[in-house]
């Protein structure tokens, strides 16, 4: 089944640490996507990426960083310079340059940082 | 400042009738504009889209009406099921879709048997 994993579903951490979430598709999918959703909150976008070894600011890119060595990965690194880190982390992957290429997301990862 | 809104945090429907979701928009180069689904601790699943150059869509139970000139969207569930009861995501794109996704604070919806 083709589709998009993200791990760990729940992650806690202590402020002052970075960490990195991972988001992996087998959709063959070109772009990737990191959203991040806080309660009663939209999906806000915090990096994208069209092409390998290529990547976008979103929105809300401070404090968190990434990378994409590979086309079916494309991690997300959460610094210490997150003010805010604690939230519900998003991973999506869309065929890039279509009109009719809705968003495929993952299942998520909850991150609480005490 | 939002440029998709969804002003209605919840709306509460009883099962078999019709649930109506609202969508705004203030940026005119949006053109093309989706509903997402989400049920707690899933990530959202793609319902259905409508292009600038319709004024509807339809799949299924599900309808999607667009006033351009309104700046306005809506989503129509026909007839309303208790499985359908989930957060609703309105999202907006330029540039025919090229462009990334601003999403909607999203809507509640509870069918209730």
């Known amino acids: 089944d083709g589709g998009i994993t993200q791990s760990p579903k729940y992650l806690f951490r202590k402020e002052g640490q970075n960490v990195t979430l991972s988001c992996e598709q087998n959709?063959?999918?070109?772009?990737m996507y990191w959203y991040r959703q806080d309660p009663g909150q939209g999906l806000r976008l915090i990096y994208y990426?069209?092409?390998?070894?290529?990547?976008q600011k979103g929105d809300i890119a401070e404090g968190y960083s990434v990378s994409r060595e590979k086309k079916e990965s494309f991690p997300l690194t959460v610094t210490s310079a997150q003010k805010n880190p604690t939230a519900f982390y998003l991973c999506?992957?869309?065929?890039?340059?279509?009109?009719?290429?809705?968003?495929?997301f993952g299942n998520g990862t909850r991150l609480t940082v005490t | 400042d939002q440029q998709v809104k969804q002003n209605s945090p919840s709306l509460s429907v009883q099962e078999g009738r019709i649930s109506i979701l609202n969508c705004d928009y203030t940026?005119?180069?949006?053109?093309?504009f989706l509903w997402y689904k989400k049920y707690p601790a899933e990530g959202p699943t793609f319902l259905i889209s409508?292009?600038?150059?319709?004024d509807k869509n339809e799949d299924g139970r599900f309808t999607v009406f667009l006033n351009k000139s309104a700046k306005h969207l809506s989503l129509h569930i026909v007839p309303s099921q208790p499985g359908d009861s989930a957060v609703y995501f309105c999202?907006?794109?330029?540039?025919?879709?090229?462009?990334?996704?601003?999403f909607g604070k999203g809507t509640m919806l509870l069918v209730s048997p």
């Open positions: 940026n005119s180069m949006f053109d093309y």
């Open positions: 990426s069209q092409i390998v070894n290529d990547f």
């Open positions: 959709l063959n999918h070109d772009a």
């Open positions: 409508i292009s600038s150059i319709k």
């Open positions: 999202a907006a794109s330029a540039r025919g879709g090229y462009s990334t996704l601003t």
């Open positions: 999506a992957s869309s065929i890039v340059g279509g009109t009719n290429s809705p968003l495929h």
